[in-house]
Structure formats: structure tokens, C-alpha cells
């Protein structure tokens, strides 16, 4: 650790950063210290101390930090002088990885898809399918839901719910419609319905919309789950009207909720799917987008962009598919949703003062509190050593979303670690304690 750092940067000093970054820095103001090392679910600081992380780089560290093989494999290339850039030309990092996704992850599954490479974030891969369902179908609308998000470049906002997101536009953001998600309407109304009535109505206002995008599982919008039958639902509809069904897997896919793709629990077979995130296995910047063949109707270079072709990611992200040449990593991944799941609602059930609610599947679950309590908890979590976002439009809900490598020792940790931080919450707020 010592060889990191050098005396100028050895003090937890952040000076530097408060003068010159730009105010739109945000989660350094969450988590205020200067980070130097990473090793699998851990981070230390640059005074020693050891954080677990349940953030996982929101979603871009599935398989942990400064994975063993992928780092040996990436140095190993580096050191070969192996292709770093190259645009979008064909290089050996792409083939394999290519001929890997094939192989590991399409056939098995009995998928059908095309691989585009846009830039590599996740709204480079958003803005690719939205472009894409538009010069498909020659309709402009997109159809999205309440508390979606899908990124911060226009057309991506311009899908996305949250009002302190969009704002930021700075123009109006349109040729889109917002409807209600799986039980925005309450538990027991079937907002497909409501949907329905409208594209069924030539009075309703709204056009025949190019395609919709959905996320399964809400992540930044507050860990909203929608049901298998909706979904279901929702694609059946989006086949009636000749609709394109756009899945937004950029935080869900890369087997956060169990299966590599979040959309497997229901048998839906999009005609569009967002990666991002994991996909590049190493926290490497890499993003894909998938499409039937028959969709890919793109003019070469009709999509372009420089950085599209991130071979160092290419590298680990093969790496990373060895994760899923069997059903082992999905049924880690099961058994520690289920530790999470129990842990949360324990503490739950101990609290009944909070009203928390237990929220999500596989390893992205979360408590939605009322009043700004989550963002105590994480707060105070930090402090404790353990890194915890929250999200949801007010920010009500904490998020657990550990590297789904993380072992059972670490992950008993972490839910110690957060189960104790909103017992003190609680007392702080004066909720009557049960503590089992
Ligand atoms: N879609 C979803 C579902 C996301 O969660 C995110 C990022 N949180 C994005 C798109 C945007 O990804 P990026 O930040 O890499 O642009």
C-alpha cells in the first residue's frame, strides 16, 4: 500500500477537490474521504482505514474490486502491447469477447441479438436504442415510466422521471410519455390497463409510440420491483401495437438479480437491451446494445463515436463471462439475496417504529423509511466503515448492493455493520427499540 502513496497525497486533505472540482461532484460528498486501495468488497482510505462496500461502484463492480484473474489477464495484455484503442476496427480483445458472448451467454439462452457498440456508458447505450426503435418504427414517441431512469445525456433524461434530473436539461425535454410503473397506482391496480385505455384511444392525446423502455427492477428510483406478469403483460401489449420493448439492464443485468440478464424471470425476450456497468467485469468503462437482427438497421458509421471499441475492457469483460459458463454464480447469488433478505427484514420487523419497507431481489434490495432516515443511515453506515447509497426520488431508500463476489464473512459484516446504524438511528429518533 505504501508504494500508492507518495507524502504529497498521504494526508485526508480535500482540498484540492473542494477548490477545483466542479460542484456537480456528488458522491464524494456522501462518502468524504480519499480512497487509495481496492480488493474485492473492501476500499481503504488513505489513513488505513477499511470500508465494506456496498455500493459497488452503483453497479459497475459486480465482480468486486481489482478482480485476481481479470487483473492478471489485463496486465498480461498490457504488457504484450495488446490494442488499446482502436475505434471500432476489429481487434483479437473484441473477437474473444465476442465469440465468448456467443457462446456463454446468447446460445444458452436461445437469443437471437445483434451486439452494437456505442460509447461506453450506460446512456450511450440508452440513447443507441432510442435512436434505433425511432429509425425502425419512423415514430418518434418513447414510452417510459414513472421514476425510471436511464442516464443524464437528453434523450436518456428525457425518459427518466426524476424532476431535479430533468430539470438540468435546460430545454424541453419531449417525444416521450411517462405512465405509471407496476404499482405506482397502488397494490392493487393493474396500471397495464390504464395503459392500454390509451393506446387503444384515438382521443388519448398520445401517439403510437416507437418503443418503450423499462427497467424490471427500479434501482435509482427506489428499488421498484415489477411483477413477472406485468412485464409479461407489458410485452404481450407492446407485440399488439407493434410496439419495440427496450430493456434497460444497465444497472439490473450482469446478474445483479440473480440471472445475467434481469429479464430472465419472466421468459420476455426484449427486442432491445441496454448494458453497461458490469458488462465490462473490472470497472472499466464498456457499454453494449443489443438488438434482433432484423432491427439492425443501421447505415455504417450512422452511430458513431471514438470510443467504442475500449479493448482493456474487452479483455476483462471475457474474463468475466467464465462467471457464468455454469448456474453456480446464479445460485451464490440466490443464497446471498436470501442472507440479505432476512437480515433486512429482521431489522424491519425489530424497528416497526421506522415503517421500513423491504424492497428488491437477488442483491439489490433496500429498506424505503419515511423522513430523510436513509440518508442518516448511510451517513452514520460510513462512518462505521461500510459504504451504502440510497436512491429513490427523495432519496428515502437505503440500497444494499454488495459486489455479488462479496463472501459470506463480508456480507454478514456489512448487514451488522448497517442492522446496528439503524437501531442507533432509531433510538436517535426517539422509535421505541425491540432489539432481538
Ligand atoms: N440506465 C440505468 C438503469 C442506470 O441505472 C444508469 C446509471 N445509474 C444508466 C442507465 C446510466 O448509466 P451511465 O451513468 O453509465 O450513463
Known sequence: MTKLI???????????FDNLES????????????????SGYQLWDVEGKVYIDFFAGAGALNYGHNHPEMKKKLIQYLTEDGISHSLDMATVAKEIFLTKFRDIILKPRELNYKIMFPGPTGTNSVESALKLARKVTGRQTIMSFTNAFHGMTLGSL???GNKFKRLGAGVPLNHSVSMPYDGYMGKDVNSLSFIESFLNDSGSGISLPAAVIVETLQGEGGINIASNEWLIGLAKLCKHYEILLIVDDVQMGCGRTGSFFSFERTGIIPDIVCLSKSIGGYGLPMAITLMKPELD???????NGTFRGNNLAFVTAAQALDYWENSRFTEEIEAKGEMIRNAL???VISVPELNGEVRGLGMMQGIAFENNIAQKISALAFKRGLI?????????????????????IGLAAGLRILSDCIYDIAVENNALVSKL
Not at 507518495?6 to 484540492?16: K, Y
Not at 438497421?297 to 452511430?303: D, I, M, R
Open 6 to 16: 507518495n507524502q504529497t497525497h498521504a494526508s485526508n486533505d480535500l482540498l484540492i
Open 23 to 38: 460542484e456537480v461532484r456528488s458522491y464524494c460528498r456522501s462518502f468524504p474521504t480519499k480512497f487509495i486501495r481496492s
Open 158 to 160: 428525457s425518459v427518466t
Open 297 to 303: 438497421l443501421w447505415e455504417p458509421g450512422e452511430h
Open 345 to 347: 427484514s429482521e431489522i
Open 388 to 408: 451504502v447509497e440510497t436512491s429513490g426520488t427523495d432519496s428515502e431508500v437505503i440500497k444494499i448492493m454488495p459486489p455479488l463476489t462479496i463472501d459470506h
